[in-house]
C-alpha cells in the first residue's frame, strides 16, 4: 500500500513536471505568470499553515518574513554593474556592494536569514498565545518593513531595487514548491510534526508528554519563516523589483485567507488555497473594470471591488465552513481511488461519516 | 525512596493554596491524597510535575540509577523525560488525534535524532521511529485498547477516555504515575474495573502510583498509604486503617457539631 502510494506520488509529480514543461513552453506570458504567483503562494501560504495550522500558533508575520527574502535576492542578484545607477540616493554599503550571488544561493540566504530573524524574536515572543501572539508577530513584520525603509544604504529605502534579473521560469519555481512541499510533508509525518500538532490539541498536555512547547514552536517557527523567506525570493524575482511596500501587512492576509479556505492543518488545502485565491483574485478582476448594464453604470464595479467580494468569501467561508476544503484532512491516493471507482458511494460514505 | 517533597508551600498572592508540604513516597508503593475540595491536593501535583514553581521548599526525585536530583522549578517537560507522568483531573487527550497517534506522541519524548533527520529520515531515525511504533503497538494490546486504535480520541465513551490518558501517560515509560482523580465521574463498576487496571500497570510496569481521589472504596483498596489534606496543611498520614480511624479526618470529611 505504502509502496503503492509513494509510486503514485512520484508519477504524479513527474506528471505535474511535464505540465510546468507545457506551460512554460506553450502558454502565454499571462498564463505563465500566474502560474508561477499560484506556486510562490502555495510555498508561503503553507509555510504559514506549519505555524498556524499544525502547531496552533496563530503568527501574522509571514509578510515580514518575504521581506528578508525578497530583499536578500533583490540586494544579492542585482547585477554589480547596474548597482550604482538603482542606488543613486545613497550608494550602497561598500561591504556588499561587490557581492552577487546566484539565485539559487541568494534564496537559501534570505531563508536563513528570515529564520535567524524568527529564532531571534521567538524567543520572547512565543510565550504568548492566541491573539497576543497574532498582534505582536503583525508588529515585528511592520518593524522589518520600516526598517527595510531606513536601512537605505543596504536597502535603497522607500525607492525600492528594480532591475533583478527578472525569473519567468515555470519549471525553476515549480521544483523549488515541490522541494518546499516534501519537507513538510515529510517534517510533519515525522515524530516531531506529530508532537506539533500535539501542542496544538493540548499544550499542556503536550507540555507534561514531555514535549517542550518553546524548543518545538520556536523550530516550527524558524522552518516556517525560512520557507516564507524563500517564498518571498521567489516573489521578489518573479516581480523583477522590491519594493517595501509589497509587504505591507495587508500581505500576510492573502496567506492567512489561503490557509484558511484551503483547511488549517492541510498540506494539500495549502495547495488548493492557494491556486484558488490567486486564480481567483486574478479572474475575478472584471468586477474592477466599470460595467455597464443596458445603458446604464453599474456603481459598484469599480476598481478594489474584487477585494470586498473576496472579503465576504472569507467571512462566509469562517462563518460557515471553518474547516476550510480539506479541514486537517489530506488528499490520499486510497481516497481518490475510492472515489474513481465509486463516486458517488465515496460521497456517500464521507456525508454519512460527518 | 522515589519522591520527597520537602516543606513545599504555594501561594497564589495571598491565597496560600499547600503550606510546607511534606511527602514521601517510596518505591514501588501506591500513595493516595485526599481532601475536601480546594485542600490543595492538585496544587500539590502541579508543584511536582513543575507546571508551578513552589514559593518555597524543594521537591526531590531519585533517578533510576539512584541518583537524587532536585527538580523544583524545572520545566514541566524535563520532569516527565526524569520519569514522573501524570494524567489530568479534567481529561487532556490529543482529541482530534487517534488512539494510537495519542500513545505514539509520547513517545516523542524519548527520541533522539534531531529535527533534520527526522524530517529526512534518514536511517537511524528510522531505527527509532519502528521502535516508537512496536512500543505503542506493544502497550496497545496490553492494555486492550488495540480495537479502538483508530478512533478519534474524542470518540471513545468516557470509562475509555480516563483509561487512554493513563495509557499515554504510560507510553512515556514513566516510573513514577501521578493520577490526578482517575475515577472522577465513573460509576461503580467503572470504578471497580479501574481499580483492577491500576492493579494491573502497578503490577506489570513496576510503577510507584500517587493518585489524588474521592472515590474511598478505591482509596482504600489499593493505597498502600494515605496523606489527608485541609486547607494546604496535612493533617494526617498513615495507612488505609489509621486514617479511617482518625479523627481529625472524620471531623474535615464530616464537618464537627459546633455545639458539642
Given at each position: 500500500?505504502?509502496?503503492?502510494?509513494?509510486?503514485?506520488?512520484?508519477i504524479?509529480?513527474i506528471?505535474?513536471?511535464g505540465?510546468?514543461f507545457?506551460v512554460q513552453?506553450?502558454?502565454?506570458s499571462?498564463?505563465?505568470r500566474?502560474v508561477n504567483?499560484?506556486?510562490?503562494?502555495?510555498?508561503?501560504?503553507?509555510?504559514?499553515n506549519?505555524?498556524?495550522?499544525?502547531?496552533?500558533?496563530?503568527?501574522?508575520?509571514q509578510a515580514?518574513?518575504?521581506?528578508?527574502g525578497a530583499?536578500t535576492?533583490?540586494?544579492?542578484?542585482v547585477p554589480v554593474e547596474?548597482?550604482e545607477?538603482i542606488?543613486?540616493?545613497?550608494p550602497?554599503?561598500?561591504?556588499?556592494a561587490?557581492?552577487?550571488l546566484?539565485?539559487?544561493?541568494a534564496?537559501?540566504?534570505g531563508g536563513?536569514l528570515?529564520?535567524l530573524?524568527a529564532?531571534?524574536?521567538?524567543?520572547?515572543?512565543?510565550?504568548l498565545r492566541?491573539?497576543y501572539?497574532?498582534?505582536?508577530?503583525?508588529g515585528f513584520?511592520?518593524?522589518?518593513r520600516?526598517?527595510?525603509t531606513n536601512?537605505q544604504?543596504?536597502?535603497n529605502?522607500?525607492?525600492?531595487?528594480?532591475?533583478?534579473?527578472?525569473?519567468?521560469?515555470?519549471?525553476?519555481?515549480f521544483?523549488?514548491?515541490v522541494?518546499?512541499?516534501?519537507?513538510i510533508t515529510l517534517?510533519?509525518n515525522?515524530?516531531?510534526?506529530?508532537?506539533?500538532?500535539?501542542?496544538?490539541?493540548?499544550?499542556?498536555a503536550?507540555?507534561a508528554?514531555?514535549?517542550?512547547?518553546?524548543?518545538?514552536?520556536?523550530?516550527?517557527?524558524?522552518v516556517?519563516?525560512f520557507?516564507?523567506?524563500i517564498?518571498?525570493?521567489?516573489?521578489?524575482?518573479?516581480l523583477g523589483?522590491?519594493?517595501?511596500k509589497?509587504?505591507?501587512f495587508t500581505?500576510t492576509?492573502?496567506?492567512?485567507?489561503?490557509?484558511?479556505?484551503?483547511?488549517?492543518?492541510?498540506?494539500?488545502?495549502?495547495?488548493l488555497?492557494?491556486?484558488?485565491v490567486?486564480a481567483?483574485?486574478?479572474?475575478?478582476?472584471?468586477f474592477d473594470?466599470p460595467?455597464?448594464?443596458?445603458?446604464?453604470?453599474?456603481?459598484?464595479f469599480?476598481?478594489g471591488?474584487?477585494?470586498?467580494i473576496?472579503?465576504?468569501?472569507?467571512m462566509?467561508c469562517?462563518?460557515?465552513w471553518?474547516h476550510?476544503?480539506?479541514g486537517t484532512?489530506e488528499?490520499?491516493w486510497?481516497?481518490?481511488?475510492?472515489?474513481?471507482k465509486?463516486?458517488?458511494g465515496?460521497?456517500?460514505?464521507k456525508?454519512?461519516?460527518? | 525512596m522515589?519522591?520527597k517533597t520537602k516543606?513545599?508551600?504555594m501561594?497564589f498572592?495571598g491565597?496560600t493554596a499547600?503550606?510546607?508540604?511534606?511527602?514521601?513516597?517510596n518505591?514501588?508503593?501506591?500513595v493516595?491524597l485526599?481532601g475536601p475540595n480546594?485542600a490543595g491536593?492538585?496544587?500539590?501535583?502541579n508543584?511536582?510535575?513543575?507546571?508551578?514553581?513552589?514559593?518555597e521548599?524543594?521537591?526531590?526525585y531519585?533517578?533510576?540509577?539512584?541518583?537524587?536530583i532536585?527538580?523544583?522549578g524545572?520545566?514541566?517537560?524535563?520532569?516527565?523525560?526524569?520519569?514522573?507522568a501524570?494524567t489530568?483531573q479534567?481529561?487532556r487527550?490529543?482529541?482530534?488525534?487517534t488512539?494510537?497517534e495519542?500513545?505514539?506522541?509520547?513517545n516523542?519524548?524519548?527520541?533522539k535524532s534531531d529535527?533534520?533527520?527526522?524530517?529526512l529520515?534518514?536511517?537511524?531515525y528510522?531505527n527509532e521511529a519502528?521502535?516508537?511504533?512496536r512500543?505503542?503497538e506493544?502497550l496497545?494490546?496490553?492494555?486492550?485498547?488495540?480495537?479502538?486504535r483508530?478512533?478519534k480520541?474524542?470518540?471513545?465513551?468516557y470509562?475509555?477516555?480516563?483509561r487512554?490518558?493513563?495509557v499515554?501517560?504510560?507510553?512515556?515509560k514513566?516510573?513514577l504515575?501521578?493520577?490526578?482523580?482517575?475515577?472522577?465521574?465513573m460509576?461503580p463498576?467503572e470504578t471497580?474495573?479501574?481499580?483492577e487496571?491500576?492493579r494491573?500497570?502497578?503490577?506489570?510496569y513496576n510503577?510507584?502510583?500517587?493518585m489524588?481521589e474521592?472515590?474511598?472504596?478505591l482509596?482504600?483498596?489499593?493505597?498502600?498509604?494515605i496523606?489527608v489534606?485541609?486547607?494546604?496543611?496535612?493533617?494526617?498520614?498513615g495507612?488505609?486503617?489509621?486514617?479511617?480511624n482518625?479523627?481529625?479526618?472524620?471531623d474535615?470529611?464530616l464537618?464537627v457539631?459546633e455545639?458539642a
Open positions: 500500500m505504502k509502496k503503492r502510494d509513494m509510486i503514485l506520488t512520484i504524479g509529480i506528471a505535474l513536471f505540465l510546468a507545457f513552453e506553450e502558454m502565454d499571462y498564463i505563465r500566474i504567483l499560484c506556486l510562490v503562494y502555495a510555498i508561503i501560504g503553507l509555510s504559514m506549519l505555524t498556524n495550522g499544525f502547531v496552533g500558533q496563530f503568527s501574522l508575520g515580514g518574513f518575504m521581506a528578508i530583499y535576492v533583490g540586494i544579492f542578484t547596474y548597482r545607477n542606488f543613486y540616493a545613497m550602497m554599503n561598500p561591504a556588499i561587490d557581492i552577487e546566484p539565485l539559487w544561493a534564496l537559501i540566504l536563513a528570515a529564520a530573524f529564532f531571534a524574536i521567538g524567543t520572547p515572543v512565543l510565550r492566541g491573539d501572539l497574532a498582534v505582536t508577530t503583525l513584520s511592520e518593524i522589518i520600516i526598517w527595510i536601512a544604504s543596504i536597502t529605502g522607500a525607492l525600492g531595487i528594480k532591475d533583478i534579473p527578472p525569473l519567468n521560469d515555470v519549471r525553476y519555481i521544483l523549488v514548491t522541494i518546499c512541499f516534501v519537507f517534517l510533519v515525522s515524530s516531531y510534526g506529530r508532537a506539533f500538532k500535539a501542542i496544538r490539541e493540548d499544550e499542556i503536550a507540555e508528554m514531555g514535549i517542550n512547547l518553546f524548543w518545538h514552536k520556536n523550530l516550527a517557527f524558524m516556517s519563516a520557507f516564507a523567506g517564498g518571498g525570493g521567489l516573489y521578489g524575482a518573479l523589483t522590491v519594493d517595501p509589497n509587504f505591507l500581505l492576509y492573502n496567506f492567512l485567507l489561503i490557509i484558511v479556505l484551503g483547511g488549517m492543518g492541510s498540506i494539500t488545502g495549502s495547495m488555497g492557494a491556486v484558488i490567486t481567483g483574485l486574478e479572474y475575478l478582476r472584471f473594470e460595467l455597464m448594464l443596458f445603458g446604464m453604470d453599474i456603481p459598484l469599480r476598481p471591488f474584487r477585494m470586498v473576496f472579503s465576504v468569501l472569507l462566509v469562517v462563518l460557515f471553518r476550510g476544503i480539506m484532512r488528499f490520499t486510497q481516497k481518490a481511488i475510492d472515489f474513481v465509486n463516486p458517488l465515496f460521497i456517500k460514505r456525508g454519512a461519516a460527518q | 522515589i519522591l516543606d513545599i508551600t501561594q498572592g491565597v499547600v503550606f510546607k508540604l511534606n511527602i514521601d513516597i518505591d514501588g508503593e501506591i493516595a485526599i480546594g491536593k492538585t496544587t500539590a501535583f508543584m511536582v510535575t513543575g507546571v508551578y514553581t513552589p514559593t521548599g524543594k521537591v526531590f531519585t533517578d533510576a540509577k539512584g541518583e537524587q532536585d527538580i523544583t524545572k520545566l514541566p517537560s524535563d520532569i516527565a523525560k526524569l520519569g514522573i501524570r489530568f479534567n481529561i487527550l490529543f482529541k482530534d488525534l488512539v494510537y495519542n500513545v505514539l506522541i509520547a516523542h519524548l524519548h527520541l529535527f533534520l533527520s527526522a524530517t529520515h534518514l536511517p537511524w528510522m519502528k521502535q516508537m511504533h512500543n505503542t506493544k496497545l494490546q496490553e492494555v486492550g485498547l488495540w480495537e479502538v483508530n478512533e480520541a474524542s470518540s471513545l465513551p470509562g475509555q477516555q480516563r487512554l490518558e493513563i499515554r501517560a504510560l507510553a512515556t514513566p516510573r504515575l501521578l493520577l490526578d482523580e482517575p475515577a472522577a465521574g460509576n463498576k471497580e474495573e479501574l481499580t487496571f491500576i494491573q500497570i502497578h503490577r506489570e510503577l510507584t502510583i500517587f489524588i474521592h472515590h474511598m472504596d482509596v482504600m483498596e489499593i493505597s498502600d498509604r496523606y489534606l485541609e486547607f494546604g496543611m496535612t493533617i494526617a498520614e495507612t488505609p486503617d489509621e486514617i479511617q482518625n479523627q481529625r479526618v472524620i474535615a470529611y464537618g457539631d455545639d
